[in-house]
């Protein structure tokens, strides 16, 4: 899903959990969008790590190339393949946050709502572009991955 939408249905939600719930303060919501959002940072530390550039820019057009010639694939054949491995993309992370809010403090129960947020966004983005569900849990994707093609895209000279 393209960050446009990530911002966009994270800025409503948290709008709306701090019109209707009172004990969402403009903190909490704060907390929920950026976490909605931000999530995405390890796609660019995978751009990082894969294209050894730092370009914000250059990694948002890469991956919206990468997407675009992955649409290019037959749906039914996409769910056979593999995408990488995205760190912060997993239940695991909502544990987390939600256990550091029960010891901590409650402002971490509104990261885990906007890390939860993006991760249904995602699933359902996923199911409606490849017919199957990733992203659920790192553990279970990185197993799950091992079983499936990679994706090899050409740009140019570089494949992916």
Known sequence: MLPKFHILIGLLFSIGCYTIFSFVSLIGAGLIFLSSVLIDFDHYIYYIFKKKSFSLKKAYNWFKKKGKQFSKIPKNKR???ALNLSFFHG????FIFSLFGKLFNNYFYFIAIGIFLHLVLDWIHSYHTMGRFFKISII????NNKNLKKIQLNFGRNKV
Not at 140 to 143: E, Q
């Open 79 to 81: 769910k056979s393949y």
């Open 91 to 94: 239940l695991e992370w909502v």
């Open 140 to 143: 279970f994707d990185y197993f």
